[in-house]
């Protein structure tokens, strides 16, 4: 079975800073990984995700997220956050396997709050 | 449409009533995804569509929750006799391939 764990539940951070948000997953079959962005009241949008190739992946809104396969990690990084930023983050995974597309495995969510 | 479309965005329901959601995937997305939300927000899978047929049901409590997604109509989440902790938000997404894109989900209240 596969799992994701986010270790951190909140992550304060001030406005500018670097922030990293952590990932790792377990599983016996190679991933696809993601992380999507909740705010408030809203549903998940895709930040960025890790299909194949390139294992260091980009937004359009400056955050990075690298692939390490030997530590089974998908950290998400942004090297100077906005207030806007502020939202719930969530690492999830779903098996490659052929035969069709497969549900997504979440964590829990790491709530980042930025500040002034 | 060009976005995952999802109503009601809310609704409440007494204990025992009836509970029917409806989604409507992007257009030419084959697959279909309902997750239900729960207050700590864990993020629970609860059944998978490739077009009408199901395609992983592993997460449906069975006994008073069905599904259906039948061709020219919006897919369906149908809870039967709600119970107090059905109470979450329900997500559906939609896919083409690997990349699943999440409608503004549906609030239900059960009290």
């Known amino acids: 079975a596969q799992s994701v764990t986010q270790l951190d539940s909140q992550v304060p951070v001030f406005e500018e800073a670097p922030v990293e948000l952590r990932c790792n997953y377990s599983?016996?079959?190679?991933?696809?990984l993601f992380w999507y962005v909740q705010y408030p009241n809203q549903g998940l949008q895709l930040l960025l995700k890790?299909?194949?190739?390139?294992?260091l992946v980009e937004s359009i809104n400056g955050f990075e997220a690298e692939f390490n396969k030997s530590q089974t990690s998908f950290h998400l990084r942004k090297p100077s956050v906005h207030i806007s930023d502020t939202a719930e983050y969530f690492c999830?995974?779903?098996?490659?396997?052929?035969?069709?597309?497969?549900?997504?495995?979440f964590g829990a969510g790491t709530r980042l709050a930025v500040h002034p | 449409g060009e976005e995952v479309a999802q109503t009601p965005k809310h609704l409440v329901r007494g204990e025992g009533q009836k509970a029917k959601l409806y989604c409507a995937p992007i257009?030419?997305?084959?697959?279909v995804f309902w997750y239900q939300q729960v207050l700590k927000n864990e993020f629970k899978f609860l059944i998978s569509?490739?077009?009408?047929?199901?395609?992983?049901e592993t997460g449906m409590p069975k006994e008073r929750f069905s599904a259906k997604c039948l061709p020219n109509s919006p897919c369906s989440l149908e809870i039967q006799a709600t119970k107090l902790e059905d109470s979450a938000v329900y997500f559906c997404?939609?896919?083409?391939?690997?990349?699943?894109?999440f409608g503004p989900g549906t609030r239900l209240l059960v009290l």
């Open positions: 997404a939609s896919s083409r391939r690997e990349t699943q894109y």
């Open positions: 599983s016996s079959v190679s991933v696809y």
């Open positions: 890790y299909l194949s190739g390139s294992t």
């Open positions: 999830a995974v779903s098996v490659r396997r052929g035969g069709g597309y497969n549900k997504l495995i």
């Open positions: 257009k030419g997305h084959s697959y």
């Open positions: 569509f490739q077009n009408e047929n199901v395609f992983d």
